[in-house]
């Protein structure tokens, strides 16, 4: 179920950790998202459970690399 964080306690800056979900709010399962940048859009919409307070730079390595789209909307990186 739902549990979003309200913007009034905290913000999605950069490093956020939270729970992915699709369009339907109850549909967060095991997939998680990092922000790259602060994403004022999802205060308030989404799930916080963390924040990367060490090896950011390492998250946006990951960030730069190839992804390839699944049929759910979600993404997994692309292999050689």
Request: no cysteine.
């Amino acid at each position: 179920k739902q549990e979003f964080t309200p913007a009034s306690a905290m913000t999605h800056d950069e490093g956020t950790v939270g729970a992915a979900r699709l369009e339907d709010p109850d549909s967060a399962a095991t997939k998680f998202y990092i922000t790259l940048t602060k994403t004022p859009f999802m205060d308030g919409n989404y799930t916080i459970f963390g924040k990367v307070t060490q090896g950011l730079d390492a998250v946006r390595t990951m960030g730069r690399t190839p992804v390839i789209m699944d049929e759910e909307g979600g993404s997994r990186p692309k292999t050689a």
